[in-house]
């Protein structure tokens, strides 16, 4: 038989037939299969029949074996591949053999990629959670080719759930959010992947920008968001994150969400963290600003101070810290510490902080303060006039406040050589002078002041004032009646003048220059005086013209003008008719003793005044 091989398979095929069929003989029936197997190795009987008998006993490892064979001899392409199938089947179900059954499965896909059953054995699998990865990159070029998008989204999340490399999960969080969103058009799942990526690589720009573009895409993407922020700041404990998305988390409560009291939280949480976060510090600003909670601002602004080395943006910071404490809080003395930091090193020239110190000091009175102030200004000062408007305040200080009365008398010499003849100069030394009784001083200033006055009204006013310092300082009439003079020429009917003109005179004892005043008082200003004041002037010219002058008819004009004023006024009708009877007048005698007898208030004393009437015409 050796030397016959065919009568070898043929008489192994029989006797393996009869062990089998007549004698219910497996295993000699096997035994006699497998040795025509060793004369013809792709003897087609003896191997299906093998597949039936192992199949039969159960005995599966020697089944996979003459399947493995049986798919190598095998001319048709279908039997091959349900060959394989069934190998990968018997090392699945019955082996347990899991790398070898998915071996098979790969070889009936790559031969045959919509081999239906093969696809529901390793999609079953798949399901179940075993060898994903391995089975993974089986299906998920059949999905991709296929179009077969939310098989292929389960593949990428079986491997993202293997994948231990940070790069590799952040690329296929990629690759999975873009398959919900531009393959399946599902926007919001594609947004669920974004808010698990966040949560794993919550700085990444892209996984930011995406999340955040998706979010204002969908309904209720913004809280969703803020959600994913807050659930990231529950677990992490990287101050550097928890910066990053703090701010973010921030901005998205302000912004998006409109709350700005939790916005106002989450950039004090970052403060928390960092409390010289520059962009917190300056978000807060803007927004406590916005609100004009301006205690809350300064409190930001003193922290802003301490997180920048930038003098124009620290000069710029504490500028608006002492604008707050000033206007806003009215706290006087954290405005003048924000301003003297600025005033005693960041800038001593700006100008802004020399001027709210100025303000600050004068409104607490603290005087020496304010004059250090004003020295600076004076140092910074350009220009003439600019040095004579700060001097001018200097020495307003000097006079006002400090007391120090000799440096402001140069100080405004100083001003005048700078100014010119001035008014405000010139009006303050003259007080000043006034003041230190420095009499010959005020007047040379006041005849300067006279020179540059603006209105007749102010000129008199000078003329007068200099022409008192002359009468009562300096006791020098004549010079005093000519300044009194000179206020006339302006003003004709000054009273001022007018009656001091007339009580030189009347202190000199000169009664023709007295009357010819008293006249002028008359003439000149009837109308700007009271009745008792005309009253006196008349009597007084009414006596002095009869008393001392010794003219009579003069006398009686005075005193009849006076009885014009008041009618009633006896000393004026006693006088009257001494000069009436002086003249023997005796119907003026009668006339005065007429109204004299209508001003009496007695019967008696009318009827007496009458008797005398008619004895005087008998």
Not at 556 to 582: C, G, H, M, N, Q
Request: overall charge negative; charged content about 30%; some cysteine.
């Amino acid at each position: 038989l050796d030397d016959n091989p065919q009568w070898l398979v043929e008489l192994g095929l029989r006797t393996a037939g009869i062990f089998e069929v007549q004698l219910e003989d497996v295993n000699n029936a096997i035994a006699r299969y497998r040795k025509v197997l060793t004369a013809d190795a792709e003897n087609d009987k003896a191997l299906s029949s093998l597949d039936r008998l192992f199949q039969m006993t159960e005995r599966w490892g020697d089944l996979a074996q003459v399947l493995v064979r049986e798919a190598e001899i095998s001319q048709g392409p279908e039997q091959i591949l349900d060959f394989k199938y069934r190998l990968g089947q018997v090392h699945q179900v019955r082996l347990g053999d899991l790398d070898s059954a998915v071996a098979a499965y790969r070889e009936v896909l790559n031969a045959s990629p919509d081999h239906a059953p093969t696809l529901s054995a390793l999609e079953g699998l798949f399901s179940s959670g075993i060898k994903q990865v391995e089975i993974a990159e089986i299906l998920e070029p059949l999905y991709q080719d296929n179009n077969d998008f939310e098989k292929l989204v389960r593949v990428h999340e079986a491997q993202l759930a293997h994948l231990g490399d940070a790069a590799d999960r952040l690329s296929m969080y990629y690759r999975i959010a873009e398959i919900w969103e531009e393959r399946l058009i599902d926007p919001i799942q594609a947004m669920e992947v974004y808010v698990r990526a966040i949560k794993e690589f919550p700085v990444d720009e892209r996984v930011g920008a995406e999340i955040e573009r998706l979010a204002s895409s969908v309904d209720g993407g913004w809280e969703k968001l803020g959600n994913a922020y807050a659930d990231v700041l529950d677990v992490q404990q990287d101050r550097q994150i928890q910066k990053a998305i703090g701010k973010r988390h921030a901005r998205v409560f302000e912004e998006e969400l409109q709350q700005v009291d939790n916005a106002i939280s989450t950039y004090r949480y970052v403060l928390g963290v960092d409390p010289l976060d520059i962009d917190a510090l300056a978000n807060l600003d803007r927004i406590y600003l916005a609100l004009e909670q301006y205690a809350e601002l300064a409190q930001i602004l003193e922290q802003r101070v301490r997180a920048t080395e930038d003098a124009l943006e620290l000069t710029d910071l504490y500028t608006r810290l002492g604008e707050t404490y000033e206007e806003r809080l009215g706290q006087v003395d954290d405005a003048i510490r924000a301003y003297r930091v600025i005033f005693d090193g960041l800038d001593p020239s700006n100008e802004g902080a020399i001027a709210a110190l100025a303000r600050l000091y004068e409104y607490k009175q603290s005087w020496t303060e304010l004059n250090m102030v004003y020295e600076r200004e004076l140092a910074n000062a350009s220009g003439d006039m600019a040095e004579a408007d700060i001097r001018a305040k200097i020495a307003h200080l000097a006079s006002d406040q400090l007391r120090d009365v000799e440096r402001a008398i140069d100080t405004w010499k100083r001003v005048l050589d700078l100014r010119g003849e001035d008014a405000e100069a010139l009006g303050a030394l003259a007080n000043l002078y006034e003041g230190q009784q420095h009499w010959a001083e005020l007047c040379d200033v006041l005849d300067r002041q006279y020179d540059i006055a603006d209105s007749e009204e102010d000129r008199v006013t000078i003329r007068i004032r200099r022409a008192r310092v002359f009468l009562e300082r300096l006791h020098r009439d004549e010079e005093a009646l000519e300044d009194f003079q000179r206020a006339l020429d302006i003003d004709y009917a000054n009273v001022d003048a007018l009656r001091s003109i007339t009580n030189i005179w009347r202190t000199r004892n000169d009664p023709n220059e007295l009357v010819q005043a008293l006249h002028a008082m008359v003439d000149r200003a009837a109308g700007a005086v009271d009745r008792l004041e005309l009253k006196a002037i008349f009597r007084e010219l009414g006596l002095t013209y009869g008393q001392v002058l010794g003219q009579p008819f003069e006398a009686a004009d005075a005193w009849t003008k006076l009885l014009d004023v008041d009618p009633s006024d006896f000393e004026a009708l006693a006088a009257l008719e001494a000069i009436y009877r002086a003249d023997e007048r005796w119907p003026d005698v009668v006339e005065v003793k007429m109204r004299r007898a209508e001003a009496l208030q007695e019967p008696e004393e009318k009827v007496r005044e009458l008797l005398e009437v008619t004895e005087i015409w008998e």
